[in-house]
T-cell receptor, first 113, second 116 residues
């Protein structure tokens, strides 16, 4: 079946450190892949997405590349800030339309000044 | 734009009572709204898809008579947990799809339900 696995948290980094949050998926067909972010007290927000193999999604300094050969969509940022502290969710859309999202468990990131 | 609110943000109730959670799209119309449930350190699990003016579509294993969903307008969907039990304690999150846009869901902040 379809599933998303992402690295367990929490992840604690110092400001300006390099961030990687691993995400791998299992899916039939060609899903779209997403990273959502949830800041404290707020709803999930779409951070970036990629709809086909080798696409790179990017936003706010974060990047993730859709790797079909390794079924991965790792999230990276070169220099994190305290304001990046949040929970990050990897997700896939297996149905090509709204609502068919499967989420990973979420990874909590804490960035210390 | 594209703000979704949930009310209440937190609720504690006694076992056997019913609890209603509201999900509103504040600045856009949402033909479709989704209800998720999240257990501690677990993924968000889709419970049901709610379409304005029609019956909700429930995911396998979700009891439709226990989790009543009403989507009476383009800006409001409600989830009622009937005869709540301690095992229903969870974090309930709604999202709304803007009419005419695909692959974009806007999420509410969630409602923490604790059943004693």
């Amino acid at each position: 079946g379809n599933s998303v696995t992402q690295m367990e948290g929490p992840v604690t980094l110092s400001e300006e450190a390099f961030l990687t949050i691993n995400c791998t998926y299992t899916a039939t067909g060609y899903p779209s892949l997403f990273w959502y972010v949830q800041y404290p007290g707020e709803g999930l927000q779409l951070l970036l997405k990629a709809t086909k193999a080798d696409d790179k999604g990017s936003n706010k300094g974060f990047e993730a590349t859709y790797r079909k050969e390794t079924t991965s969509f790792h999230l990276e940022k070169g220099s994190v800030q305290v304001s990046d502290s949040a929970v990050y969710f990897c997700a896939l859309d297996y149905g090509g339309s709204q609502g068919n999202l499967i989420f990973g468990k979420g990874t909590k990131l804490s960035v210390k000044p | 734009g594209a703000v979704v609110s949930q009310h209440p943000s937190r609720v504690i109730c006694k076992s056997g009572t019913s609890v209603k959670i509201e999900c509103r799209s504040l600045d856009f119309q949402a033909t479709t709204m989704f209800w998720y449930r999240q257990f501690p350190k677990q993924s968000l699990m889709l419970m049901a898809t709610s379409n304005e003016g029609s019956k909700a579509t429930y995911e396998q294993g979700v009891e439709k008579d226990k989790f009543l969903i009403n989507h009476a307008s383009l800006t409001l969907s409600t989830l009622t947990v009937t005869s709540a039990h301690p095992e229903d304690s969870s974090f309930y999150i709604c999202s709304a799809g803007r009419t005419g846009q695909q692959e974009t869901q806007y999420f509410g902040p969630g409602t923490r339900l604790l059943v004693l």
